[in-house]
């Protein structure tokens, strides 16, 4: 079983559906949680992060943590064609352990169609 | 503010050949990454210097080497290549050390024949 596990997808949405991208992950040390969006033959962006449980919203954004279930979401609010990417989860340690290495995901491809 | 830049964007090798890539953090980042990206493996850690010292080290063979820079750019070498290190190797800066917020670069992808 790998440290962080995704749907590969490919994920195909109409213009303006609500997106819902997860991660499950099996490391109870994980304390950070990042959300990134890379377009074909660019390196990744990170969208959001988030420490620790809970949620945080940006914009069309929403990241949500559920430590007890090892559980991230990702929502997006309006899709749009130009949502249209991979996504990658990715998870660290704390402050405290910040010499951990970051653990991706392996990606979820989102079509976006309009 | 210019992102992260890589050179070169794209290289040809045979294999057991040596490589090296570049790259040059945002201005006033002091910690830069490298990453392996491929289809079956996903992203993966290499890396992490931070005033010129490596400061963490991911599960890859001695094969793959860094350093850093005063200036902190950054230079990743891989020797004796084999097929298998075809990837895109990404370098990502940061301010400090092990911060979350990381800036990727757009990469170089090596093929290695």
């Known amino acids: 079983q790998k440290e962080v596990e995704q749907d590969p997808g490919p994920l195909s949405v109409p213009e303006g559906a609500i997106v819902s991208l997860n991660c499950t992950y099996s490391n109870s040390a994980f304390q950070y949680f990042m959300w990134y969006r890379q377009y074909s033959r660019k390196g990744p962006e990170l969208l959001m992060y988030?420490?620790?449980?809970g949620n945080k919203e940006d914009g069309r954004f929403t990241a949500q943590v559920d430590k007890s279930s090892k559980y991230i979401s990702l929502f997006i609010r309006d899709s749009q064609p130009s949502d249209s990417a991979t996504y990658l989860c990715a998870m660290r340690g704390g402050q405290d352990n910040y010499g951990q290495n970051f653990v991706f995901g392996p990606g979820t491809r989102l079509s976006v169609l309009p | 503010k210019a992102g992260v830049t890589q050179t070169p964007r794209y290289l040809i090798k045979t294999r057991g050949q040596q490589v090296t890539l570049s790259c040059s953090p945002i201005?006033?980042?002091?910690?830069v990454s490298w990453y392996q990206q491929t289809p079956g493996q996903g992203l993966q850690f290499l890396f992490e210097y931070f005033s010129e010292t490596q400061r963490n080290k991911g599960n890859f063979p001695g094969r793959f080497s860094g350093r850093q820079f005063s200036n902190s750019r950054s230079e990743m070498n891989v020797s004796t290549l084999e097929l298998g290190d075809s990837a895109l190797y990404l370098c990502a800066s940061s301010r400090g050390q092990g911060e979350v917020e990381q800036f990727f670069g757009p990469g170089t992808r090596l093929t290695v024949l």
């Open positions: 201005s006033g980042h002091r910690s």
């Open positions: 988030t420490y620790s449980s």
